[in-house]
């Protein structure tokens, strides 16, 4: 997930109004890597009942995966190996069928908990915002939603599932009494041109990046595993002045970028300043037309000189330069409609077996928060006495 850049100051946006209208008008047909929702309403009869069958994740062809328009970064092969190596989770890739036809897949992994068998697609703590379907466009979330439910329960015996799809909406699954919250976030529309872009960013977001280049920074893309210590250094920073400290640790973004580097969807930038120290870092994965925002960080001292705003511009520029035309940058904050972005929200479902089980797994998640806030605590008290 993307983590906010330093010390800038985030509050909720919740405009569900806005996001359910865009997600029925979907990514225009003339875009073929991305799914029209417009076009995917009830063109396979909703009399039938598909289902989803689990396949050998070793023989899948990836190309046949990756051709579908509605497919993003974190349902790739590799980004879920990522996910099985650091969440010690078990892959489930699933073909949805009716009659021997293949209408589509399903992605996610089952991780254990307290004993109990849960099938996230994702699950929070794994640093990934969205995965679910990949559907033909004949095909409605609505029957691969509950055909999942029969699939998680029955099939696989799973306790307890978790999804959220970034091409759902609420009549997708108002019928199968999943729990549901809503992710908030913000996208932006790289499909404009390069000066609508800069032009559409507010005044003060264009005066930080011509500070930036007045003051030398200079923004370098990187490759090397090194990034990793870079970007985990100024994590450690960002959180600590919150009191806190990361959820997780320096070798899961090592193991995200021996995953993912190789593949070419993944953006790793740092900003330097003219006596050349890194002052700040961005990731960027993106594929098929959608780019994400996975996670920014800087030293506070060096804020006056605007790395992450240049940063953040240079992403725009790159990722719109091979094809890409959705920014989401992942998470709340009202910093970001600086960028001229707009807020959207995506449901997030979820489906117990009983609701002992939804319980444990939200005081689980409390409990993690709790923890977090407390070594944070010790880690500031016991900065302050090394200091003195």
């Not at 990756?66 to 892959?91: C, G, M, N």
């Not at 055909?147 to 108002?174: N, T």
């Amino acid at each position: 997930m993307e983590f906010e850049i330093s010390f800038q100051e985030s509050n909720p946006g919740h405009k569900e109004a806005v996001v359910i209208e865009r997600r029925e008008q979907g990514p225009s047909p003339e875009t073929p890597s991305e799914t029209s929702r417009a076009s995917i309403r009830g063109r396979v009869d909703r009399r039938a009942k598909p289902s989803f069958r689990r396949l050998d994740i070793g023989s899948i062809d990836p190309q046949e995966l990756d051709s579908y328009a509605d497919r993003i970064v974190y349902q790739t092969l590799p980004w879920i190996k990522f996910i099985a190596q650091t969440q010690h989770a078990e892959p489930v890739l699933a073909a949805l069928s009716l009659h021997d036809e293949t209408l589509g897949y399903f992605t996610g992994l089952i991780v254990k908990k307290f004993g109990f068998k849960i099938l996230g697609s994702p699950f929070p703590g794994w640093n990934t915002p969205y995965m679910g379907f990949n559907l033909r466009p004949d095909v409605t979330r609505s029957l691969a939603a509950e055909a999942l439910v029969d699939f998680a329960f029955d099939h696989l015996k799973c306790h307890h599932i978790e999804l959220m799809d970034r091409y759902m909406v609420p009549e997708d699954y108002s019928h199968l009494g999943f729990e549901t919250s809503m992710f908030d976030s913000f996208e932006l529309d790289l499909s404009l041109t390069e000066d609508e872009l800069w032009r559409n960013m507010r005044k003060d977001c264009r005066e930080s990046i011509r500070k930036a280049e007045r003051s030398e920074v200079v923004v370098e893309e990187a490759h090397d595993i090194a990034f990793a210590d870079d970007y985990y250094e100024q994590l450690k920073h960002v959180f600590a002045v919150k009191n806190s400290v990361p959820p997780f640790g320096v070798d899961r973004v090592r193991q995200m970028i021996a995953f993912m580097e190789p593949t070419g969807n993944l953006l790793m930038l740092r900003a330097r300043n003219k006596e050349g120290t890194c002052i700040a870092t961005s990731i960027r994965p993106a594929m098929n037309g959608i780019v994400f925002a996975w996670g920014s960080a800087s030293w506070r001292h060096f804020s006056r000189v605007k790395p992450n705003e240049m940063l953040q511009w240079y992403a725009i520029k790159y990722w719109k330069a091979r094809g890409m035309r959705t920014f989401d940058l992942v998470g709340r904050g009202d910093y970001k409609l600086k960028y001229g972005s707009h807020p959207i929200v995506v449901p997030w479902v979820r489906k117990s077996r009983n609701p002992g089980i939804a319980f444990l797994r939200f005081s689980a998640e409390e409990m993690f928060r709790a923890a977090q806030d407390t070594f944070g605590k010790l880690a500031h008290i016991a900065e302050s006495f090394r200091k003195h």
